[in-house]
């Protein structure tokens, strides 16, 4: 793939505001189908995944984590090595005020290999864990780009005012950035947890 245009900023792009909206998170299946962008699409489609279903339906179970306004984020940390380039792909929120059900998810995730979807405060939804160069071709639940928890930190605070809970970090490794999700988000669940 060659430089094949510029990059130009307008004034949406200079007031775009940061922050994450909404985290959806879920274990990769051995029945996960990826839809990324054809080749011959344009370069902007090009860098994109149009679906993810699982288990032949039209849809998958992703699963929504709410979290303390402004404190989750993701970074990007790529670098290049013998002439290959891998990216860091860290995303973190908080789980305020600590409880049994919230220790139970997070005890859950530690064996999973899982993917996430995060929709920004500005609208756009990047999956994090999915890669098209490395993907498992027969096996797509051993993909090689998954995220996992790399951190767990928290606690209940000393004083009244302090913070209870936990800060949860997801890593992924994968070698190229994350793509843009161009599919729909659709709450199912009466009570916001889940998404298709």
Not at 141 to 154: L, P
Request: with cysteine; proline share 3%.
């Amino acid at each position: 793939m060659a430089i094949d245009s510029g990059v130009t900023i307008n004034c949406l792009d200079l007031q775009a505001p940061g922050g994450i909206r909404q985290i959806l998170l879920r274990s990769w299946a051995t029945t996960d189908i990826i839809t990324y962008a054809n080749a011959g699409t344009s370069p902007t489609a090009q860098h994109q995944i149009s679906s993810i279903t699982s288990g032949g339906a039209s849809t998958a179970a992703w699963f929504n984590y709410d979290f303390k306004d402004q404190v989750p984020s993701m970074t990007i940390n790529g670098t290049k090595e013998n002439g290959s380039t891998q990216f860091e792909v860290g995303l973190s929120f908080m789980l305020p005020r600590m409880t049994s059900d919230k220790f139970h998810q997070i005890q859950a995730m530690l064996r999973e290999c899982i993917m996430a979807i995060v929709v920004t405060t500005s609208g756009e939804s990047f999956v994090v864990g999915v890669s098209e160069l490395y993907r498992n071709e027969s096996v797509a639940a051993r993909s090689q780009t998954f995220a996992n928890i790399a951190t767990v930190e928290g606690g209940s605070g000393a004083a009244y005012n302090d913070d209870n809970g936990i800060t949860v970090t997801l890593m992924a490794k994968q070698y190229e950035l994350p793509r843009i999700y161009s599919g729909t988000i659709a709450l199912t669940g009466t009570d916001g947890a889940t998404t298709t």
